[in-house]
């Protein structure tokens, strides 16, 4: 009988060693899951920081280029009234040197 005793007693111990194993392992498997998911909550807000620094940055590229459009159209037009007035005051000058 002792020595059933004394294999009830090794197979506890090894029952018991078997469960605080186990538990480790699913404490380390979750400690590892959770490294992984703050990882890739990081490099998800990192992404969309970057996202959003492009797109602040083509929005101002944007306005940049609609203001230097405006202007080249205002220097285009301001050119062509002073070439018009220009015109018409040549027209008005051989006009008044023109016998009549």
């Keep these: 009988m002792g020595n059933?005793?004394?294999?009830?007693?090794?197979?506890?111990?090894?029952?018991?060693?078997?469960a605080a194993e186990e538990a480790e392992r699913l404490a380390k498997e979750q400690e590892r899951k959770k490294a992984y998911l703050a990882r890739e909550q990081a490099i998800e807000k990192a992404q969309k920081e970057?996202?959003?620094?492009?797109?602040?940055?083509?929005?101002?590229?944007?306005?940049?280029?609609?203001?230097?459009?405006q202007a080249r159209r205002e220097a285009l037009s301001a050119r062509e009234r002073a070439t018009a007035e220009a015109q018409e005051a040549k027209k008005l000058k051989a006009k008044k040197q023109s016998p009549e």
């Design 4 to 18: 059933q005793e004394e294999q009830s007693l090794k197979e506890a111990k090894r029952l018991e060693k078997r």
């Design 50 to 69: 970057k996202e959003t620094k492009r797109s602040e940055k083509r929005a101002a590229e944007e306005i940049e280029q609609l203001a230097r459009d």
